[in-house]
């Protein structure tokens, strides 16, 4: 079975920055494309960023810029936050599609961006 795990939220201030990791259970490169997505209080989970088997990379409006997706060479996927905002205070799930699984998500990491 696939697992994605997330690791690496916590508390910072606004404007400072965060690193969150996503560890899959599988070659990374194995996943037709890997994606951070979050849901913050009371709202829909929302997408945040992508990355393709290809290299390929998207970004939401609202983070680009600030945030950058990156991935090793063996099964971890990263969002690099920088310059972050307390709109950015959300769960931060990873997702991905991996043979015949469509959606496959992790179980989700706090970031809280508050002075």
């Known amino acids: 079975q696939v697992q994605l795990v997330e690791s690496g939220g916590g508390l910072v201030q606004p404007g400072g920055s965060l690193r969150l990791s996503c560890v899959a259970s599988?070659?990374?490169?194995?996943?037709?494309?890997t994606a951070w997505y979050r849901q913050a209080p009371g709202k829909q989970r929302e997408f945040v960023a992508r990355?393709?088997?290809?290299?390929?990379t998207e970004y939401a409006d609202s983070v680009k810029g600030r945030f950058a997706i990156s991935r090793d060479v063996l099964n971890t996927m990263y969002l690099q936050m920088n310059g972050l905002k307390p709109e950015d205070t959300a769960v931060y799930y990873c997702?991905?599609?991996?043979?015949?699984?469509?959606?496959?998500w992790g179980q989700g990491t706090q970031v809280t961006v508050s002075s």
């Open positions: 997702n991905g599609a991996i043979g015949s699984v469509a959606n496959l």
């Open positions: 599988r070659n990374i490169f194995s996943f037709k494309y």
């Open positions: 990355i393709t088997a290809g290299g390929s």
